[in-house]
């Protein structure tokens, strides 16, 4: 039976593969368009993506070692050197840097990816591989559209990544969440919303107040959120604008407006 790290990491694959095919055919000209991140071209978000590559193939290979993950030295050194890279060395670099990371995760044996733990500085408690891999897999995909919409402003996130996302996030990845979210946006407003998503279905509680997160489904609730579930990851991301919100996304109820919601959402 195919476990939650066994789909993040399918995904992953996915998503190297479609990413690379389309990084393949990009001019220089192309690299320094501005991407969907704001004040990176894509060259730079690529650049972001095969740091991050190095820089968790590393923690994945202290944590098969028993170590723990580098320090914060090491990911300054890693960020530095990608920096100082020309456009098109970082689209190719990244290429290879995320072909290698992506192969070691799908190296693990089925114990492996159950029993091993990951310990890294910012985290309480060890992580599991379901953790660290959905963590990837929530920055790969969502830069993947920044890369995209560049070239396409209709483009969406990969379904296998949203599928797998939209249950990592109510999950493992819950925690970020909270960290993302900035309940200042609403004056700490207390509301519940009850979240209905499609392309999977779910059925989510959000709570808005003195901090954001995830909770009880409310029955009733102040207000309810309905949302194709790749639009839902982009709006908890920052990627919701009105420029790029489907027709289909609709908030009904008291207290909050879509617009308020992606105030408490910018991004990062």
Known sequence: MSTLADRTIAALRTNHDDLSAFVGGLSPGDLTRPSGAAGWTVAQVLSHLGSGAEIGLAVLRAALAGRD?????????????????????????????NAELVAAYESLDP????????????????????????????????????????????????????????????????????????????????????????DPERVLGLTLGETVGFSQVPDPADVVLSAPAEAWLRLL?????????????????DGVTLDDLRRVFPGL
Not at 237 to 253: E, I, K
């Open 237 to 253: 991301t920052g990627r919701l604008d009105p420029a790029h919100t489907p027709a289909s996304v609709t908030v009904t109820g």
């Open 69 to 97: 993950a580098p320090g914060q030295d090491f990911n300054e050194s890693v960020w530095s050197r990608w920096n100082a890279r020309g456009s098109r060395e970082q689209a190719d670099d990244f290429l290879k840097a």
């Open 111 to 198: 114990g492996t990816r159950e029993r091993l733990e990951v310990r890294l500085g910012f985290l309480p408690a060890p992580a599991d591989v379901t953790l660290i891999a959905g963590m990837r897999l929530n920055e790969a995909a969502l830069h993947t559209w920044d890369v995209k919409v560049a070239f396409d402003p209709r483009a969406t996130v990969a379904p296998d990544a949203v599928e797998a996302l939209t249950d990592l996030h109510a999950g493992p990845l819950d925690f970020m969440v909270g960290f993302i979210g900035k309940p200042d946006a609403l004056d700490r407003r207390q509301a519940t919303l009850r979240v209905e998503t499609s």
